[in-house]
């Protein structure tokens, strides 16, 4: 009976812990890193105060590192299910994610990396954040390569897309509109076409 209470309480802890970590990704998609706050992210997650040192002990920092390692997950998760797909389809993945991101935060919500890289004073943060970007980067290179396209050219392709993404999701947000992010998104897909067509 102790064991399974103790299990429980395990249990309890660990879905506290990743909750804290998908709101505070959630909030800095939202409010950036200053307006990410303790008591919004105490409220957002339900957390008892207190919860917050018990469960990062070096405070927001390493709150803030686990929230960009669940957002680094997430993207890479959707590019884990494309192996061997054209490079066009790897493409529209990638622009489909950060599409439902605006589209299911009615265009208040952007991405957690970025607005960590552009507000971070901690080397550590923006260390982690340039970590992420580049696995970004590298897993979309190495699925162009895959999908037909030259080893070269897919490394221009890749940064040239995760840049595009990041861009087209600022324009539509402050324009409330899809129509800047799809714009993007066709010279995109065209350009990625193009390039996997010359390679036939």
Known sequence: MTIVIVKGHKALAANIRQTMIERTAVLLAKKGLQGA???EILEASGAPRGSLYHHFPGGKDELVLAALEHAANQALGVLDRLPGKPA????EAFLSLWRSVLARSDFSAGCAVVA????????DL???AAEILGSWREKLAALFVEGGIPKKKARALA???VAACEGAVIL???EHSFEPFDLVAAEQLAMIE???KSAS
């Open 172 to 174: 539509a947000r402050a």
């Open 37 to 39: 706050s303790f008591s």
């Open 126 to 128: 923006r260390a982690q």
């Open 116 to 123: 960590v890289t552009v507000a971070a004073e901690s080397p």
């Open 159 to 161: 940064a040239s897309l």
């Open 88 to 91: 066009r389809e790897v493409a």
């Open 194 to 196: 193009a390039a996997a």
